[in-house]
């Protein structure tokens, strides 16, 4: 006997298809021994986020159409912070906040057929926490200094797939040494493209002041 | 981009529009509790000093409070005085803690001064433009520390905004302002100690009180005076540090 869920089956599909045409995309924040890098690959180039010197991020997206929504979500959040309040006051708590009620929306709207396949992962440089924001409006607020993992996620939603990109990131090049000499991180930026078929892969340092 | 969904995603952040203060428009009002007062404000070694009379009056007809409280903490490193109509006044200070609150919880950081001053002073010339034509009757004075430093902010009744080294708002602070300047070298850089820059700010609300019938006089009431440290925050000095640097002016004026 099939299981009707009503709206939750709607939600649940909905989800799941925007799931499926972001398995192959992700980005990953990762924790060398000397720093901090993002790692992306999409089938479009990825949106870097940056806003003032209180966080940095990065969006990905399955098409333009995605991460330009995203992107304008971002723009349309920040503005809106920066004219009741200031510039000053942009903090990635209020953005992960925004953004993901939004994507929640996306899949409750019924009168769209697809949700947004856009994630998002914004690292606050104040508190040092990793924000993950997924596609349902899920999100995560993790303290740096109270893990010891050195990899987070969002897209890649093929296990396997995720596991062999993780299997690679370990081989990252400290940050500081791959900036002065980029071939370092060729190998790795490669195989990267060869595994998820992406065809942009882009590596970007997370500095103080800012990516 | 979906209009609606990101101007819902909005009204989860932001406080409820300007309310009126049940005052309906048009109608007349007869009697306006008016704090007169002189409030100033200025950066010393430590941090920041601000300091007010204590007179609430009846438009300058009687005088109904001599304990009023005049300057406020509405965050842990933010003070706030105001001159004007004593409702009004509430209005911003219950608005300036609302914000602040909601705005700390939310994003897990303190809100910035010129934040809080950029949303009073929207609130201010928002009010007079769409709630009641005669607008806000506050003039106020917001001093706080945040990661930028210490800073003082004016926001008048048309709801513009100036920034200052010191300030002093209210009808006593022609005053309190030139009692100020005879120290503006020192104020501009901040280089009074604590103790010296409560009895300057004792003198310019003495200076005040003298001469303006809207405030307190130094023999009346005790003033109040607080002072925003970087360590500490918000602090209210104690009666028994303000007392005997009071009787010493009173003295003063004696001689």
Known sequence: MKLRLGLLEEFIIKKVEAEQRLSNAFAAFVVTKDGLCFVAASKVSPVRVQQNENFGGIIIGETNKDTEEMTSVFRAVCMSIQSAYSEDDVHARLVVDMMSNYLRWTIEDMDSPQATASEMLIYDMHRQVIHQIFLNGDFTEIPLGETKEKQFFVGAYSKRLRRMIAKELQKMPEVSKALKDPKLIGPVVSKLGKLTGMKFVNVIAVKRSGI | ?255
């Open chain 2, 1 to 255: 981009m979906r209009r609606e969904l990101i101007e819902r995603a909005f009204s989860s952040i932001f406080p409820s529009p300007v309310r009126a203060p049940g005052v309906v428009h048009g109608q007349k009002i007869n009697t306006v509790a008016q704090s007169g007062t002189t409030v100033v404000a200025f950066r010393y070694k430590d941090g920041l000093i601000m300091a007010a009379d204590r007179k609430t009056s009846g438009g300058y007809f009687f005088i109904d409070n001599l304990e009023a409280m005049k300057i406020h903490e509405v965050a842990v490193h933010t003070g706030f005085g105001a001159a004007g109509a004593v409702a009004h006044i509430q209005l911003v200070l219950h608005e300036l803690e609302l914000i602040n609150s909601s705005f700390r919880s939310r994003a897990r950081h303190p809100l910035s001064v010129r934040g809080q001053v950029n949303y009073i002073s929207n609130m201010i010339r928002d009010y007079s433009l769409y709630v009641c034509p005669w607008g806000l009757e506050a003039h106020s004075l917001i001093a706080g520390i945040d990661h930028e430093g210490a800073s003082i902010y004016g926001i008048f009744v048309d709801g513009a905004v100036l920034e200052y080294p010191y300030s002093s708002v209210g009808s006593g602070s022609d005053q309190a302002i030139a009692r100020l300047d005879q120290e503006q070298r020192q104020l501009k850089a901040g280089s009074f100690k604590e103790k010296a820059a409560i009895e300057l700010a004792l003198r310019a609300i003495r200076q005040a009180g003298l001469r303006d019938s809207g405030s307190s006089d130094l023999r009346t009431a005790l003033p109040s005076v607080a002072k925003i440290t970087y360590k500490n925050g918000f602090e209210f000095i104690d009666e028994d540090v303000l007392k005997p640097v009071v009787a010493g002016l009173v003295e003063e004026l004696k001689s």
